[in-house]
Nanobody
Framework: QVQLVESGGGLVQAGGSLRLSCAASGRTFSSYAMGWFRQAPGKEREFVAAISWSGGSTYYADSVKGRFTISRDNAKNTVYLQMNSLKPEDTAVYYC???????????????????WGKGTLVTVSS
């Protein structure tokens, strides 16, 4: 079992920045690939970003590429999502998720993750 707790959400003006954190506990954090997903009101959950177990590979949705950065600190069992140049359409509940290190990115993008956090709300005002 892996427990995931997100933090760092809040209200920010368009153009601003936020950094989300996801603290993991339970099984060895470094054996998991990690991802961030989001769900806006009335919409389906969508992939935002993912990072390999080592941090050597990262993947992004086209909508956030160049604005968001995913990173991880295996010593702290934490994964981060730095969000810059935020837009109102980034408003959503953001979820952290974990998948086995061998999980391929196609499956991860489709939500094929083993563990999920409860989410943190990000609201971007115009």
């Amino acid at each position: 079992q892996v427990q995931l707790v997100e933090s760092g959400g809040g209200l920010v003006q368009a153009g601003g920045s936020l950094r989300l954190s996801c603290a993991a506990s339970g099984r060895t954090f470094s054996s998991y690939a990690m991802g961030w997903f989001r769900q806006a009101p009335g919409k389906e959950r969508e992939f935002v970003a993912a990072i390999s177990w080592s941090g050597g590979s990262t993947y992004y949705a086209d909508s956030v590429k160049g604005r968001f950065t995913i990173s991880r600190d295996n010593a702290k069992n934490t994964v981060y999502l730095q969000m810059n140049s935020l837009k109102p359409e980034d408003t959503a509940v953001y979820y952290c998720a974990a998948a086995p290190s061998y999980q391929n990115i196609v499956t991860m993008r489709r939500g094929g993750m083993d563990y999920w956090g409860k989410g943190t709300l990000v609201t971007v005002s115009s």
